[in-house]
C-alpha cells in the first residue's frame, strides 16, 4: 500500500533530508512537498494525501493557520497532522494538539532521531 506525505516546511534543506530518509524507510512511498501553508493547502485539495508534516514558522501562512484551515475542511480534516517544527515550547504545542494535531515532534538533530520519529508516526 503506498503511503502519500505532504511536508510543509519552508526549509528546502529539512524537506530534502526528510523526504531521502523516508523513503529509506518506506521505499514505497510518495513524497509531496510545499513551502508555506497557502502553498500546503493547495496541493491538499489536487492530491490524496494519508499524511501532513507541517511546520509552524512559516511565511505568507504559517502553520498553526493552516492546521486551523485543514481541521475545518469537510475533506481534509481527518488526514493526520503531524506537527514537525524546531519551536518546542510548551504553548506551540499545547496550542497545536488542541486545534487538532495527531503529534507535535521538535525536529530531530540526527538521522537516527529522524527514524525514530518515523517508527512512532508510521507504527513500524
Known amino acids: 500500500m503506498e503511503r502519500v506525505v505532504l511536508m510543509i516546511d519552508d526549509d528546502k534543506d529539512d524537506q ?8 529509506k524507510v518506506i521505499p514505497s512511498v510518495k ?12 496541493v491538499l485539495r489536487k492530491n ?11 511565511p505568507v501562512m504559517n502553520g ?13 480534516k481527518n ?3 503531524i506537527i514537525y517544527s524546531t519551536s518546542d515550547g510548551r504553548a506551540y504545542k499545547k496550542m497545536a494538539l488542541t486545534l487538532g494535531a495527531a503529534s507535535y515532534f521538535t525536529k530531530p538533530t540526527s538521522i537516527n532521531g529522524l527514524h525514530k ?8
Open 16 to 23: 530534502e533530508v526528510f523526504e531521502q530518509e523516508l523513503k
Open 31 to 42: 513524497f509531496l512537498s510545499a513551502y508555506n501553508g497557502e502553498e500546503g493547502l493547495e
Open 48 to 58: 490524496e494525501v494519508d499524511y501532513i508534516f507541517l511546520d509552524i514558522n512559516m
Open 64 to 76: 498553526i493557520d493552516a492546521l486551523k484551515l485543514i481541521k475545518k475542511d469537510e475533506y481534509l
Open 79 to 81: 488526514i493526520p497532522v
Open 117 to 124: 520519529m518515523f517508527e512512532q508516526v508510521f507504527l513500524i
